[in-house]
């Protein structure tokens, strides 16, 4: 799966879209998913070139149809049952919030579908993936302990309710508490800028290291790890053009097994807060994904005007 787009012709190059699956449920908040749907829909990478999108949206839902607090009726293309063996495929999950008292108490979906979409970055954490809540939606991805450890935001409204429902979890899970903030969207980035200073840099190794670490790997038998599945030097289709997560170089890889061993397999998990929050969000994925001029002409088609929120532990910003 990639997001790289390049002139028709040049070998090599996937140009699917990224996907993003937006989790629906009765009793949402309509904007909390028609504001990253906006975004990501106008997202491209060359302007005014449509076959250049970088995204492709996909509704999932317990049945055919979800009727939002507003009124609005909206249809699925796929159930839960369907998206969650599908999860894999997946880059982008959005849960929005609204109508969460009854789920909480449920236990129904879209929390399975959160958890799922957690274990599924924790063993493959050589791909790049997303867990984005809008609005209240950051109350499910609490309830289901993805935000142990990190830093989060809501609604202004509920800033105390995610609090308490995130010091409850973590005493029933005996995990670290959240950082609940005031924020327009709070990035637990969880990704590595391969800058050129490779001594501070944690996360990457040298051309030697690797080869070091490839012989060690042959020599102990056993399959090859996903880095050394890119011996060739070549970007992998996981790569992102304007992501920090991966910069186009032969001289040095992301190391997959530090990365294995960070909070949720480096998931990155972005919380929004309140209702068009979700827009900036959404427009600092495309700005992730694709690259900051994409997002900054996405928010000038939609005359926006971009709010932009805090990252932490990473360098994506």
Known sequence: ?????????DAGVVNEPVKVLIALHEGMDAMDVVGPLEVFSWAMHQ??????KA????FAAEGEEVTSAQGATFNAHMSFAEAMKRLAEIDVLVIPGGGTEAILKSKGQPLPLIKQFAETQKKQPHRERTLMSVCTGSMFLAECG?????????HPDYVTKLEILCSNVAMRDMADRCDVTEQRYVVNNLRFDLGEDEESNPY????????EHKRRKSSAGGPPSPIEERSNGARPSGGRKGSMSWKASNNRRESVLKRSTLRLGGLRVLTTGGVTAGIDGALYMVGALVSDDAADEVARVMCHKWVKGMVVDGTDV
């Open 146 to 154: 993805v935000l142990a450890g990190l830093s989060a935001t809501t």
């Open 55 to 58: 995204f492709r949206v996909i």
């Open 204 to 211: 990457i190794m040298s051309r030697k290291e690797y080869k």
């Open 47 to 52: 302007p005014k070139k449509p076959e250049t």
């Open 1 to 9: 799966m990639s997001a790289i787009y390049e002139e028709p012709g």
